[in-house]
Nanobody, 122 residues
């Protein structure tokens, strides 16, 4: 599985950004997809994930009500809509894929893409 994220950039507090991640699958395509982030000097943290069908999702408490994850399986793409951005959302955002949907926050996933930088200024 190969994952290519895009859509990062600079924003002001309160703005919105949408990240996209295109997945290239092998024989199977029924993966859970998710987003993680890593801020400078901090450990990587889970942001959001969605099941293969897109009907189930999980979010970190820090982004609930502001971020929304969705996917378009016809385009092999997962999105992260980020609204009401805060300076503490500044991080490199990574998309990832996992063979299993656990229904909750993930500590890790099986496949990782490169990151995309999101910088939010106050």
């Amino acid at each position: 599985v190969q994952l290519q994220a895009s859509g990062g950039g600079s924003a002001q507090a309160g703005d919105s950004l949408r990240l996209s991640c295109v997945a290239s699958y092998g024989k199977y395509d029924n993966y859970a997809l998710g987003w993680f982030r890593q801020a400078p000097g901090k450990e990587r943290e889970f942001v959001a994930a969605t099941s293969w069908s897109g009907t189930s999702a999980a979010y970190a408490d820090s982004v609930k009500g502001r971020f929304s994850i969705s996917r378009d399986n016809s385009k092999n793409t997962v999105y992260l809509q980020m609204n009401n951005l805060k300076p503490e959302d500044t991080a490199v955002y990574y998309c990832a894929a996992d063979h299993l949907w656990y229904g909750g926050p993930y500590d890790d996933m099986d496949y990782w893409g490169q990151g995309t930088q999101v910088t939010v200024s106050s």
